[in-house]
């Protein structure tokens, strides 16, 4: 049973930073995407940063590039997600998500690629 543990949300004043953790039990298929989405109130949800396990290949939503860093543990079988010079529009649910390459081929940022979800951490950007 595949379950994903998120941490390391909060309160943080614009231009701060955050390092969210997502770790993983029960992933026995491999190779594997992670991934970050986050949902803001009304909005719907979005992935900002995926990463392939092994290869540690990844890709970011435009909107973050340069300022998101997804990486990985493998050892501690976690995924982090690195936040610097967090905005207000930032603030969101974030969520991570698991399954294997779309296709058997690439990570993607579309929420449908993904079957496995933990239940998200807070993050909350004060101007």
């Known amino acids: 049973q595949v379950q994903l543990v998120e941490s390391g949300g909060g309160s943080v004043q614009a231009g701060g930073s955050l390092r969210l953790s997502c770790e993983a039990s029960g992933v026995t298929f491999s190779p ?19 990463i392939y396990s ?46 294997r390459p779309w296709l058997g081929q690439a990570c993607l940022l579309w929420r449908n690629a993904f079957n496995y979800w933990g239940q998200g951490t807070q993050v909350t950007v004060s101007s």
Do not use: H
Request: with cysteine; charged share 25%; hydrophobic share 30%.
């Open 54 to 99: 092994g290869r540690g290949t990844t890709y970011y939503d435009d909107s973050v590039k340069g300022r998101f860093t997804i990486s990985q543990d493998s050892a501690k079988n976690t995924v982090y997600l690195q936040i610097n010079s967090l905005k207000p529009e930032d603030t969101a649910m974030y969520y991570c998500a698991a399954d």
């Open 32 to 50: 594997n995407c992670v991934a970050w989405f986050r949902q803001a109130p009304g909005k719907e949800r979005e992935g900002v940063a995926t």
